[in-house]
């Protein structure tokens, strides 16, 4: 009796190793990307410091993978947001007469995960125009500069995003609404 279940427990010890290597890999594969330096200080730092990371968030690690092409196909489209909202505000804050008309909009952020909620927060946060001043679970609260950056949050354009890179679509919708920030 105590076989089976030794061997059940084997599989997701092999999987959280290979997602360990997995992620270590992938941001030691980062960490020389971006800092551009091949000697064995900054090699043993990356390596160091992307154990250490990986490690740290074993724990926490929730069952599913992150959906890492969903995540980058979605960066793009987020920059352009940032880049048109970013305009939008540069508009209002020289304007003469500037179309100021902060507001707060409290909706519910249609994802439920801790991963997807923080890359909600962070996504509305990095626009420019929004603030997320607070998030949970069914509740997330933005603070807008002017009627189009509310009329986003209100539209859900950017949670109906975050929901599809996360997979979590309510009512199994195919896509999210595409309009983004005007």
Known sequence: MNQPSQNQAEPKKVGTFV???????????????????????????????????TASFMRTRQGKPFPFLRFFAFVPWHLWQVAISNLRVSKVAISPQPKIQPSFIERDPLVHSDRALTV????????PGTLTV???????????????????IEQDVMAK?????????????????????R
């Open 19 to 53: 997602w360990f290597l997995q992620t270590a890999g992938t941001l030691i594969a980062i960490w020389v990307l971006l800092s551009g330096k091949f000697d064995l200080l900054h090699l043993g730092l990356g390596v160091v410091g992307s154990l250490l990371l």
């Open 161 to 181: 995003r975050v929901a599809q890179v996360f997979g979590e679509l309510p009512g199994g919708a195919a896509d999210a609404d595409g309009r983004g920030a």
């Open 134 to 152: 607070e998030i949970e679970p069914g509740r997330y609260l933005v603070h807008a500069l002017d009627d189009l950056s509310a009329q986003d």
């Open 120 to 127: 909600l927060g962070c996504a509305v946060t990095l626009t």
